[in-house]
């Protein structure tokens, strides 16, 4: 007889993982994934607590996919290394980002928060205050999770796939260029030989950092007015 592989939590949240990559959200619930792992629903609640624990669990194990850069590099580098690197990881598991944008997880194991930790810190070693290091961090990641919404779900609205260029079509036609002249004009300039997403996202959180470095020349820490008669 064989002799069933112990049940982990681990092995749960790869199940789980692999579920929502194949199937997106709805494809998720308990009693699917017990099917997966070939157990009963009942086990999985002895290594998760809810569906919740659940998501948080997954979105957790997709931020240990972060690959965390030298900390002896300059701040800017940490700053695209970090962003590149979550990016990258997301858009692996897209329907996670959704998990994330929408509010259904928000891990707060150490494990999860290390790659915002050490962005922060670069943000800091950058020279800026609380207050700018706080906006700062903000800014990196809405553009991280910005772009990976936008070049998952296109026009669709559907997180599981990218905007076909029949889709954009049909959303340029209902377009009125009398009164959406700026808006219409650049939407045409579209091509399929666009760059990809990723090199989209590169761009991008170029223009960032470097808008965040011109604002290091006027970054104060905010208690330097301390002591001062």
Known sequence: MTR????????????????VDAEGLDGLSMRRLA??????????????????DLLDGITEAVFDQVELPD????????????????????????????????DQANPASARALQPFDRLVGALYQAGFDDRRTWHAQRAVWSLVLGSLLLSTSGFTGKPS???????TS?????????????????????SPNDPPPQ???????????RGLASLTTTSRPSNEHHGKG
């Open 4 to 19: 069933r592989e112990t049940l982990t939590r681990e092995k749960v949240l790869d199940a789980a993982l692999a579920l």
């Open 35 to 52: 099917t997966a792992l070939n157990v009963q629903p009942m086990s999985l609640y002895n290594h998760v607590a809810n569906k919740a």
């Open 71 to 102: 900390p002896a590099l300059a701040w800017p580098e940490q700053v695209r290394a970090i962003a590149l690197s979550m990016y990258r990881a997301f858009s692996r598991h897209p329907a996670v980002a959704v998990v994330l944008a929408t």
């Open 161 to 167: 796939g990218t905007a076909s260029e029949a889709n």
């Open 170 to 190: 049909a959303y340029l036609r209902r377009l009125d260029p009398a009164k959406l002249p700026n808006l219409n004009r650049l939407l045409q300039q579209r």
């Open 199 to 209: 090199e989209t996202f590169g761009q991008a959180l170029d223009m960032l950092i």
